[in-house]
């Protein structure tokens, strides 16, 4: 007898509706699976044999082809294990056909019959969704995440058995059987503490300053000074002063965990925006995604979210050059033997280093660096790289009697209501076009949003001629001075806009001119 089980597979960020089709026949017996198989999938007849049997299911002796479509996408991952073994039931008779009607099925089984969890859950689910599939019966532990899309079944199952006993009730009695997920098992989630507040910083005014313009205009930006003078601490505190995810970036973002398996029962749903700060030792796979099958890797992690470098020139230069792409194009693009995938990165870059190897150059009472130390530390991060932040500040020392001030600083939320509003007047003026912040203008488009006076043009060429900027570094400082234009509520750029912007870009001459 033939059957057909829907089911579900990833494909880099994108999700597919796959079939496991089941003959079962008399003939020499056998167990045979087809359908561009990756050992691991191949390994499923074993373990769906014992979990059958440990169901008390005892196959008899026939000969069961299984076929996974499409046969052009290698099937990857123990997901397919529950629809096979639907499937082989469904084909011996002990399944009702209608009871997978409008189905999907999805699961990895235990030698036991038990039910384990696999990754891709959401975007499966979303995709099962947009093809009217009624319902998903899924592992316990992936129940949560499937949940968080409405209009269709969640069904959790944990093991064998209680998928067979529930395929095998008729439609009316089903729900009492196993009742669908409710929706509202979502919960918020503990990604980072956002207790820290801006309020706790002493001090530092121009590089808060700094931190608003570039989280108003979704800019990079780089900080540099010397160690203990908080660059770390202001960067950590840089998320509360964003705004909160929109339930449209909160799916986005959470099937980019999905599909990286950083989803479970208590992490169904990312409601706050990422923050990844990789450690300088990480390696060029772990930053990119890879693996034979690539996995996200920290950047598309961090998708509309931060990404914070700290000591960044102790990367490796070969990894840091991995982010000029993602920089530049907001995706990471990776080829591998069993097809390319191309993986979301828009995230704002936040990077912090120290001015030279000690820590205090130009303070040369306490620096005893040499010019060729200070030089080889700072080539580490190439001129392409620096030329794709738009933000570049100095976080100075901090003396003692700005530790001690017990005056009131202002506190996060103050920042995040002015950065609301610079994001309601972008909102507004990119009305209907592909971008959403002014760092994400597009070069044709510079003439369009961000108007220049003659006296404005004027001191842009100066700036142009004096400070040899690359083209994508003037454009850089006009969006910027879009920004500060936004956060001070005017439409039209002012010459002292451009002078703060250019401020910015200072350092490009000071450090590495």
């Not at 099925?105 to 990754?119: A, F, H, Q, T």
């Not at 093809?131 to 064998?160: F, S």
């Not at 990404?307 to 230069?317: A, G, I, K, Q, V």
Request: contains cysteine.
């Amino acid at each position: 007898m033939y059957s057909r089980v829907i089911t579900g597979a990833v494909s880099g960020i994108d999700s597919i509706l796959a079939t496991v089709e089941v003959d079962a026949s008399k003939g020499m017996p056998g167990f045979e699976m087809v359908g561009q198989l990756s050992n691991e999938v191949r390994e499923a007849k074993e373990r769906v044999r014992v979990a059958l049997k440990n169901a008390s299911v005892e196959i008899p002796p026939m000969r069961i082809t299984v076929s996974i479509s499409p046969a052009e996408m290698r099937k990857e991952s123990a997901s397919y294990d529950l629809p096979i073994a639907v499937g082989i039931l469904v084909s011996l008779g002990l399944i009702p056909r209608e009871g997978i009607q409008d189905t999907l099925i999805l699961g990895e089984l235990g030698l036991d019959g038990e039910v384990y969890s696999v990754r891709g859950v959401l975007p499966i689910v979303q995709k099962a969704k947009q093809e009217r599939v009624r319902r998903c019966i899924l592992p316990l532990a992936n129940v949560r995440e499937g949940a968080v899309i409405g209009g269709i079944d969640i069904i959790g199952v944990g093991n064998l058995s209680d998928t067979i006993a529930y395929l095998r009730e008729v439609e009316e009695r089903k729900a009492q059987k196993i009742a669908p997920a409710e929706r509202t098992l979502i919960t918020h989630l503990d990604e980072m503490d956002m207790d820290v507040d801006f309020a706790e910083i002493n001090g530092q005014e121009a590089v808060k300053r700094a931190v608003e313009v570039a989280a108003a205009g979704f800019h990079h930006i780089l900080m540099i000074g010397p160690p203990g003078s908080g660059k770390t601490m202001i960067a950590k505190r840089i998320p509360a002063i964003l705004p909160d995810l929109s339930m449209e970036e909160s799916l986005e973002v959470s099937t980019i965990y999905s599909v990286a398996g950083q989803l479970d029962d208590k992490r169904a749903l990312i409601t706050r925006r990422p923050f990844l700060d990789p450690h300088h030792t990480i390696s060029e796979q772990a930053l990119a995604g890879g693996g034979r099958i690539p996995k996200p890797g920290v950047i598309s992690l961090a998708h509309r979210g931060i990404l914070f470098m700290d000591e960044l020139p102790e990367f490796r230069r070969n990894t840091l050059e991995i982010l000029r792409q993602p920089l530049e194009d907001k995706r990471i693009h990776i080829a591998r033997t069993y097809g390319s995938f191309i993986y979301p990165a828009d995230f704002m870059l936040v990077a912090a280093m120290n001015p030279c190897p000690c820590g205090y150059y130009p303070d040369r009472s306490r620096c005893n660096c040499s010019d060729a130390e200070i030089k080889k530390y700072l080539s580490k991060i190439s001129g392409p790289i620096l030329d794709r932040i738009d933000v570049v500040t100095e976080a100075p020392r901090v003396d003692i009697h700005q530790l001690s001030a017990t005056m009131q600083n202002e506190c996060s939320a103050d920042i995040k209501a002015r950065v609301m509003e610079a994001r309601e007047r972008q909102k507004y003026r990119y009305k209907n076009t592909a971008y959403r912040f002014n760092a994400e203008i597009g070069s044709g488009d510079i003439r369009t949003y961000c108007k220049l006076g003659t006296g404005e043009q004027k001191m842009m060429e100066e700036v142009f001629t004096m400070m040899n900027l690359s083209a994508r570094a003037y454009h850089k400082v006009i969006k910027v001075a879009r920004t500060i234009a936004d956060l001070e509520g005017k439409d039209d750029i002012c010459t002292e806009h451009i002078s703060e912007a250019v401020c910015y870009r200072r350092n490009d001459k000071d450090y590495w001119g």
